[in-house]
């Protein structure tokens, strides 16, 4: 795979222009929904993510910080997507039992 060095000393674009941590695979938008999701700092989010340097994350979340309106952008894109997914897919079956036994609303 070949990468593309940024200014950001822990972050690289894919192929795909995807800005990711480098010697991994998560995506830096990975970080940010992780923190936006449950609330946590980074060192909870390095706590969560043993993998990952505290370098690596503040990294990430420079980036974000200098890239916000794309990578929300691209946040808002997955979001859609998952919800368009979720709907053509449905509730599972083991749902629908839960619900019929009245013990899901």
């Given amino acids: ?29 990975e970080i940010v929904m992780a923190q936006r999701a449950y609330g946590w700092t980074p060192e909870e989010i390095h706590i969560n993510h043993r993998n990952l340097s505290m370098g690596q994350i503040y990294g990430a979340l420079s980036y974000y910080w200098d890239h916000k309106p794309e990578l929300d952008a691209a946040i808002d894109a997955d979001l859609h997507a998952a919800k368009a997914m979720q709907a053509e897919v449905g509730e599972s079956p083991f749902v629908v039992r839960l619900k019929a036994q009245g013990l899901l609303t």
Avoid: C
């Fill in 1 to 29: 795979m070949l990468y593309t060095a940024t200014d950001y000393k822990h972050i690289v674009l894919n192929e795909h222009q995807v800005p990711i941590l480098e010697g991994s695979t998560m995506k830096v938008i």
